[in-house]
């Protein structure tokens, strides 16, 4: 004889306890009222069971003082698998009374119940398996079948009501202990329920129609709820259109404003140029006036002008680039305007004007060759003011060797003849006068060279000038970039708002087809209420036997129920589907019934 394992025989008596507490818990309320507290001795029995079953195969878990076996841990791990658990989570937490996890346990057990979503819960918990192996045993009850089979038959507790007071209870210190009195059958038992059958078939039924008028209610006042919250949507989306419109408007006459100030900024401009074509014609004339000046002073004055000349292409790259800006912000606000004749003479004009700007820099261009023409000729002039005055340098250089020689032929013969001096006296008078005549050739050339030094800072000023008007003109165009982007962005919201739009009209108008496809439920609904009122639907615990094939039922061999006959068949006997007079969609029906109602309709044919 096989010895069978003590592990899996502690499963099979589990889980043939929690069919009992199940079962005997439904036929209870069913019998008593579907309304039950905590002090009916069915529904404690049914916690305890419930206790047993999530204990079975738990680890052991070292303390600090003792060790530790709760189930609180692996209910906890439910919170982060099924968000709608968090709320009775944070109510077990906040639960005055409750110091042990056990109590947090049960406590949980109850609002799960009274929920009726403990099924739910522990369905999820049970397929992380890999996360129950942290707290369970790989024999445990909530690792295998038997786990699965009882989750499946607490969705029948779905039809009772529980009102449970968690508060007052003391759930740390109850002893679970099950009472198997309450499961042993009496022959007085067995005739009440024989009694009770039809009564609790017809309870059934009711609660069964009830249920589903609830939740077809719920559907419709969920469906008027997210019509009113479209419609809100709606009207909100209608306030942003129009607003989005009137800033369209304002970026029109921003627009319009920029367009004036472009013209006067090629007004400026042209005016400047103006200003820079006198003051360079100056510049020549005084450098044709002056004769005398250093190299260096006209090195810089040549380097200033190729910056000159180099500022002013880019100030023409700038306008080019201004033009092609304001040719695209044209073209953009073609789709908003209907300008198209203005825009066109705008662009003409500007070219024109660009034109005449290229027309005076190539004059100026060719006025500066000219210029860099009479600076050589001036340097040419200077080299022979150099050579000149070398050689006066060298004479003033021999006559103070000569007037120390004569010092000293004075001081050697100062008993010569009075003639000699005479003489001597006449040569340097000659040669004080030749001293007099280059101080005044000095002096005129330091006023030259501070003519050129007033020059060079002026030049230097009206480089600033330029600059500065360069630098207003980039902060410009860079005002008109932004401009440019704002309007882009603005026109993406816009389209993006139309598609939010057109979306949520296609929105409601899905709604309207959805809520008359549910009227019309409703209504069918009713009149398989109707029907259902003048019929007897078989109850599941009394067939054993499919009704044509006779074959027993199983976990496998599911039961199904006949819409027309309310008998219980098998899923082969019962794999036709027809409509009905209680319903007009397609429902299961049997063989037998499927074959009469052809017949029927064969018949009634001409």
């Not at 403990?118 to 992380?128: F, K, N, P, S």
């Not at 209680?582 to 001409?606: E, F, T, Y």
């Amino acid at each position: 004889m096989a010895v069978k394992d003590p592990t899996a025989v502690e499963r099979a008596n589990l889980l043939n306890m929690a069919k009992l507490s199940i079962k005997g818990l439904i036929e209870s309320a069913l019998s008593f009222g579907r309304t039950l507290d905590s002090d009916y001795p069915p529904l404690q029995q049914f916690f305890v069971v419930m206790e047993h079953c999530l204990k079975h195969g738990l680890k052991v878990r070292k303390s600090f003082l003792s060790y530790n076996k709760t189930i609180w841990g692996p209910l906890e791990l439910v919170e982060k698998l099924y968000p709608e658990a968090e709320e009775i989570a944070a109510s077990v937490r906040d639960l005055p009374g409750l110091k042990t996890p056990l109590g947090r346990a049960r406590a949980w057990l109850r609002l799960a119940l009274m929920q009726k979503k403990m099924a739910d819960y522990l369905r999820c918990l049970i397929i992380q398996r890999d996360l129950l192996s942290e707290f369970y045993e790989y024999h445990a009850l909530m690792m295998e079948e038997e786990g699965a089979v009882i989750v499946g038959l607490l969705v029948g507790l779905n039809v009772i009501d529980a009102n449970l007071c968690v508060k007052g209870e003391d759930l740390d210190s109850q002893v679970g202990v099950i009472d198997f009195s309450m499961y042993l059958k009496n022959e007085e038992d067995i005739g009440n329920k024989e009694r009770n059958v039809q009564i609790a078939a017809i309870l059934d039924q009711k609660n069964y129609v009830e249920e589903l008028n609830r939740q077809l209610n719920s559907t419709v006042s969920s469906l008027h709820s997210r019509v009113d919250s479209l419609e809100k949507s709606n009207t909100r989306l209608i306030e942003e259109l129009a607003i989005a419109k009137n800033n369209i408007i304002k970026l029109q006459e921003e627009n319009h404003q920029l367009r004036s100030e472009n013209k006067l900024i090629l007004m400026k401009t042209q005016q400047h140029l103006e200003v820079t074509k006198v003051d360079v014609e100056t510049e020549l004339q005084t450098y044709k006036q002056s004769r005398q000046g250093l190299d260096e002073m006209y090195n810089e004055a040549r380097r200033q002008l190729r910056e000159e000349s180099q500022l002013r292409q880019d100030v023409e790259n700038e306008l080019m680039v201004q033009v092609s800006m304001k040719h695209e912000i044209e073209l953009a606000m073609k789709l908003l305007e209907k300008d198209i004749h203005e825009k066109q003479d705008t662009l003409i004009g500007l070219r024109q004007q660009l034109e005449d700007v290229k027309a005076i820099n190539i004059e100026m261009y060719q006025k500066l060759q000219g210029s860099e023409e009479g600076m050589k000729e001036k340097n040419e002039i200077i080299g022979r003011l150099e050579d000149k005055t070398n050689k006066i340098t060298a004479a003033m250089k021999q006559l103070e060797q000569r007037l120390q020689q004569a010092e000293k032929a004075q001081m050697e013969a100062k008993n010569e003849d009075e003639k000699f001096e005479q003489e001597c006296l006449s040569q340097s008078d000659s040669l004080q006068k030749q001293i007099s005549q280059k101080e005044t050739q000095l002096a005129q050339l330091e006023t030259d060279l501070k003519i050129e030094k007033e020059w060079r800072q002026t030049l230097q000023e009206d480089l600033q000038k330029e600059n500065d008007a360069l630098s207003h003109l980039r902060n410009e165009t860079q005002q008109i970039v932004r401009l440019k982007k704002e309007f882009l962005s603005l026109q993406n919201e816009n389209q993006q708002l139309k598609k939010i739009y057109q979306d949520q009209e296609q929105a409601l108008q899905e709604l309207g087809s959805k809520l008359s496809e549910s009227k019309l439920k409703i209504e069918d609904i009713k009149e398989a209420n109707k029907a259902l009122q003048g019929q007897v639907w078989l109850k599941d615990e009394e067939a054993t036997h499919c009704k044509l094939c006779e074959t027993e039922f199983s976990l496998s061999k599911r039961k199904h129920h006949c819409r027309n006959c309310g008998e219980i068949f098998c899923n082969a006997c019962s794999d036709n589907e027809l409509p009905l007079p209680s319903s007009p969609k397609p429902v299961r029906v049997c063989d037998s019934c499927h074959a009469l109602l052809i017949q029927r309709c064969s018949s009634n044919v001409p």
